[in-house]
């Protein structure tokens, strides 16, 4: 008996220090969440899920040995929501270590399935892990395995491809490559595109295969010219490509599979309609916009346009591509219109464009319009031209006033360009003339095309169409900056175009009596109209704000002092401090706050006022 006793006291002794076949383990939170999440795109192994079904099945051991055998089994049993799922992800893990692109578009012609069941079964709902991970397989199932250069080839009528289980025929009309007059192509896919130099990248989740394109050439009978003047030069277009696949599920027993390829723009759609239901489409925006500026000659020409005025080749003449759009002008959306600094270039806008492209409430409202121009230039000379450019490109888009929204606009300018923006909303009279000669204009001797940029340059009425104005680290009493040695010296090598210094040699000669300024030899310089004390500085200071036109500032301070009498590095807060507006809100920053996140959400808050201020408005 103590023998017996001894040997099942011996047996339970053993059982007591070996683990149960079945138990728990405490572990850290994150490590069971990272393997309930794992999936093939994460980790490069199969999720949770898709595992369930090969065990459930008896596939796995014959997965690890062959994994082309056990999807070939897969594919033969009932096709389940959650078997078809499967298929899906390990058709596509099969991809990764095949590079074959039949097994990839075989993972998003199942993930269709699977998301899209038709009258075969159930959606998925939203809160399934699953649904999320076929998406991202569908669209990177397409990205992988759709030759995305393809789209530009000229025989896609009935184009035929070979999926593992059988074929699929695509359909694809060229027509959707044309984007605003022109034909879109060099598809570039963003899931390729690692990007740089903006905060934050944003890519609205959805379905469809993200893609970067560029403009090749104006689309047949088209009026490309008239809007490629508008477009900026190298613009990249995001799009992405849809796969429609007709009764996929019911078709995948039979092996042959129909579909129609679509190529969507943002500013076309951002839901496709598939099942009856509006379903997002994928878009990568900011991709789109870091490629656009990619590259030193975008970044160069603006030291080039300081320097060197060049944009306006005839004094009277404005041309189309000051006012660039990044995306065709739609009807109804209210005109943002962002004009850039001294020395500065649309591309410093970067950080607040991406924030604004990628916020869909603001999408659906705004359209962004990038003003360029030669900031060397007089700043009166500028200002008329800035104006000329809006009133045409107004005129162009609604030539019989049927659009309230283009009646709306914001401008936003940064340092010049917000002494430009002044420029747009106040009414100067003669204050501006009476600075520079004792007669009437209408007294004073000058050619008809002489008379046309004087009158322009320096006599101001508020556009109708602007309601509003946001300046940004604007230089209103001047900037220090220019009192320095260095700027005199930067001012001196402006040249400025010969047309506008020849106006100024004949002004003089006729007028040498009756000018005010005979010292003048050359035009002023945007350098030397921003120094503290000028005179057109100074008048322009004195005039109020039209009536009926919001007025914000946003300036810029460096440091954590009293805001009061601090600095941006170019511009005092006293310089940019102005009474009686809507709102002024600090920002600390150094003078280029164009893209601080401070600026951005005000920028934002601002817009909101302004739609609601301007719901209903005829």
Known sequence: MRVRLAALAALAGIAIACASPVGIRRVDGREVHRTLTANVLTTGEPSVPSRHVLQRLGLWERFVRDPAGALLALQIVEPTSGRIFALAELSFWLGERSHDRARYLAAAVYAWAFLFPGAAGERPRASDPRYRLACDLYNRGLTEGLDIAALERADWSGSRVSLPFGELEIAFDRGELEWSGWRLGRFLPAAYLEVRGLRNRYRQPGIGAPVVASLVEPAPGSRAEAARAHLPPNLKVPATALLRLDGARDALGSGALSARLELVTPDEARTAEIDGAAVPLEFETS?????????????????????????????????????????????????????????GSTVRWAELVNELQSDRWIADRYQIWLYRYDSGNPIGFSAGVFRQALEETVRELDPEANDPALQQMVVIGHSQGGLLAKLAVVDSGDRFWRGVSRKTFAETKLEAEEREVLERSLFFRPLPFVKRVVFVATPHRGSYLTLQRLARRVAGLVELPNALTQLTVDLVARNRDDLLLRELDRPATAIDNMTPGNPFLKTLLALDVAPGVAAHSIIAVRGAGRAEDGADGVVRYESAYLDGIDSTLVVRSAHSCQGHPATIEEVRRILAEHAAASAGVE
């Open 287 to 343: 991709s789109a916009l870091a490629y656009t500026i990619e590259g030193p000659p975008i970044w160069l020409r603006e030291l080039q346009s300081f320097l060197y005025g060049g944009i306006v080749p005839r004094l009277t003449a404005v041309p189309k591509d000051q006012v660039l759009f990044l995306t065709p002008h739609r009807p109804g959306r209210v005109p943002v219109v962002l004009v850039h600094g001294t020395a």
